[in-house]
């Protein structure tokens, strides 16, 4: 397992709550989160050590607000995409190594374990970038909160912006596991409930390098809009290869469901342009995401990247948890996790914010369009908003997930 420590004098942590909660504390006068994620797979670019470095920022921030001081430890492992592995190094940092959140976790199949793992446990879950909607539905845990987009959300406001633009006829390009397929199954259901059609899917796993025969099936369904559902280098080499086999010359279009601007760089706006996704972070949205990409593409390691929608929810949901830690003077998740449901307000990085009963943070999710070479006028200025979906619009409604934790 690789990890690293960083220690920080932390502001505003206190070793009992001072409103008299009196078992309210810091569990051995250290605050520890661990980024855990795929650092040596399809999910590095997008996750990776930009996320670890994302939680250290928050940190470090966290500090520079000034207070009182308790040690934090930021600390990192490798999940390799492996439910096991990661339950493994969850159950290690819970019981050997006094680690108190989670944070990241891309892969659902990995998110959903840990979920189960960590339900009841003193230890708080930050689902970060896990991307299915099963986190805030019937599998919702007192333990977990999750930020970013998921599979409902994703699914419905792709589908839904596809459609207004003509995509009545759809088939799914989707990768094997719980992420690809929550996607296809939303999407699936806002585009039949409006009048459209899916004329049919194909499974592929995690890590597929050849799509020529998956095309090929997509493009003999005579399908309107290609639905790709999944994430990372399967995203980037479906979109590639798909230019090879020329499918938007004979009228069909790409959508993606989970592309990261990181794709975009790795593809290049050439092989990209026209492209429709759906991010609730963009670095060049606004004056405080471009400070904190600015920040972000010079830390070590980086080499001047800007920061992926997963690895600016790292850095908010790290930031959440430490001044819920601060708030209640304790790091135990049965104390945090209800503080941090009473979070509402702006977010620098994600806009007017709030956090649900069920676990989930709502904000706006944004419609792009990626640009064509001629309109990017500077390094990564890759995007171009089409339309703005609102917080209460943007997540599945409370009602209708199912979380025991609703009532």
């Known amino acids: 397992m690789t990890r690293v420590r960083v220690a920080l004098m932390a502001a505003g942590l206190v070793a009992s709550a001072s409103c008299g909660a009196a078992k309210a504390e810091i569990s051995d006068d250290v605050v520890r989160i661990g980024v855990l994620n795929d650092i040596s797979g399809v999910f590095q670019d997008t996750n990776g050590m930009g996320s670890v470095e994302a939680a250290r920022m928050a940190a470090e921030d966290f500090v520079a607000a000034g207070g009182k001081a308790t040690k934090v430890e930021i ?16 159950r290690r940092w819970l019981d050997i190594e006094k680690v108190d959140a989670i944070v990241d976790v891309p892969n ?12 009841g446990s003193r230890m708080t879950f930050l689902a970060s970038t896990t991307g299915t909607s099963e986190l805030t539905g019937k599998e919702c845990s007192p333990n977990t909160i999750q930020w970013t987009n998921d599979t409902w959300a994703s699914g419905h406001a792709t589908a839904a912006a596809a459609m207004v633009r003509g995509g009545r006829d759809w088939y799914f390009i989707t990768v094997n596991y719980a992420l690809g397929q929550g996607i296809e199954a939303e999407a699936s259901r806002y585009i039949e409930g409006h009048g459209g059609r899916v004329l049919g899917s194909a499974r592929h796993p995690l890590g597929t390098s050849d799509y020529a025969s998956l095309l090929l099936q997509a493009q003999g369904s005579g399908a309107k809009v290609i639905g790709l559902a999944n994430a990372g280098p399967d995203t980037i080499n479906a979109v590639k290869q798909a230019g090879e086999f020329g499918l938007r010359q004979h009228g069909q279009t790409l959508v993606a469901f989970m592309m990261a601007i990181n794709d975009v760089h790795a593809m290049g706006l050439p092989v990209a342009q026209g492209l429709l996704l759906t991010e609730s972070f963009y670095w060049d949205l606004s004056d405080d995401t471009r400070a904190f990409a600015r920040r972000f593409a010079q830390r070590p ?9 997963n690895q600016a929810g790292v850095y908010a949901a790290t930031l959440a948890y430490l001044n819920a830690v601060a708030a209640t003077g304790s790091d135990n998740a049965q104390d945090v996790v209800p503080q941090l449901k009473t979070l509402k307000g702006h977010d620098k990085l994600f806009g007017e914010i709030a956090i649900r009963p069920d676990g989930r943070v709502i904000h706006p999710i944004y419609l792009f369009e990626i640009k064509t070479p001629s309109e990017s006028k500077y390094p990564y200025d890759y995007y171009k908003l089409v339309s703005t979906i609102a917080p209460a619009q943007a997540y599945r409604p409370l009602a209708e997930g199912g979380c025991p934790l609703v009532k």
């Open 108 to 119: 659902s199949s990995v998110g959903l374990a840990l979920n189960a793992l960590l339900r």
């Open 75 to 90: 600390v990192y492992a490798d999940h390799q995409n492996k439910p096991d592995v990661g339950a493994a190094i969850a």
């Open 301 to 309: 390691g980086i080499g001047g990247k800007m920061p992926s929608g």
